[in-house]
């Protein structure tokens, strides 16, 4: 079953804007990564947070977790038409003894253009 | 390898023939996943292996799917007599260790059952 929920399900913006993507879950976790996912193609791992970290960031990328709300948002700057695809969260929920299998929401689809 | 290399790329099944895919993980990790990703954006985990050993088969269908990760040998998925909703992109991943860790995917193979 889908753990995450992102939102918006799809964005539209300008090259040189700003993107924010939001992603929710249920249940403990010990991490959330993010990945990217370009049409007919695998996926991209972008970012891994852990559960004790608030925020990392990578190049333009800017990740943030908030465990008391279990959420997650990643937000891209500067935004350019190749980062045009679909991100995914997934996190490996905590059951007493986390089975490392990731859990995925359906996807936010980012669409920049020129 | 320094990548999750997947084969093929592309299949195309008749109705009840039998699907095969293989996945030969990053060199050093231990640990295998394969998930299945429908409608472009849900994505469901099937099985996983630490090594050879099947490490958490929860997501597996009891009928017709079966894998194997062999000693020397790319880890494979099979799907006896496919049916028409089998018909999806199969991602094979792999983690050096986990809980915890990044988990590195594929580019996918094509399943499509006609």
């Known amino acids: 079953s889908q753990q995450g929920e992102e939102d918006p399900q799809a964005l539209s913006i300008q090259e040189g804007e700003n993107a924010t993507m939001n992603c929710s879950y249920k249940t403990s976790i010990n991490n959330l990564q993010w990945y990217r996912q370009n049409s007919g193609r695998g996926l991209v791992h972008l970012i891994l947070i852990r559960s004790n970290e608030r925020e990392k960031h990578s190049g333009r990328l800017r990740v943030t977790l908030d465990t008391s709300k279990k959420s997650s948002s990643l937000l891209i700057t500067a935004s350019r038409a190749a980062d045009t695809a679909s991100y995914f969260c997934?996190?490996?929920?905590?059951?007493?003894?986390?089975?490392?299998?990731?859990?995925f929401g359906k996807g936010t689809k980012l669409s920049v253009k020129p | 390898g320094e990548e999750v290399a997947q084969t093929p790329k592309h299949l195309v099944r008749g109705e009840g023939q039998k699907a095969k895919l293989y996945c030969a993980p990053i060199k050093g990790h231990s640990y295998v996943f394969w998930y299945q990703q429908v409608l472009k954006n849900e994505f469901k985990f099937l099985i996983s292996f630490q090594n050879e050993n099947v490490f958490d088969e929860t997501g597996m269908p009891k009928e017709r799917f079966s894998a194997k990760c062999l000693p020397n040998s790319p880890c494979s998925l099979e799907i006896q007599a496919t049916k028409l909703e089998d018909s999806a992109v199969y991602f094979c991943?792999?983690?050096?260790?986990?809980?915890?860790?990044?988990?590195?995917f594929g580019e996918g193979s094509w399943l499509t059952v006609v």
């Open positions: 997934a996190t490996d929920s905590f059951y007493g003894g986390s089975q490392g299998n990731l859990i």
């Open positions: 991943a792999s983690s050096q260790s986990t809980p915890g860790n990044t988990i590195y």
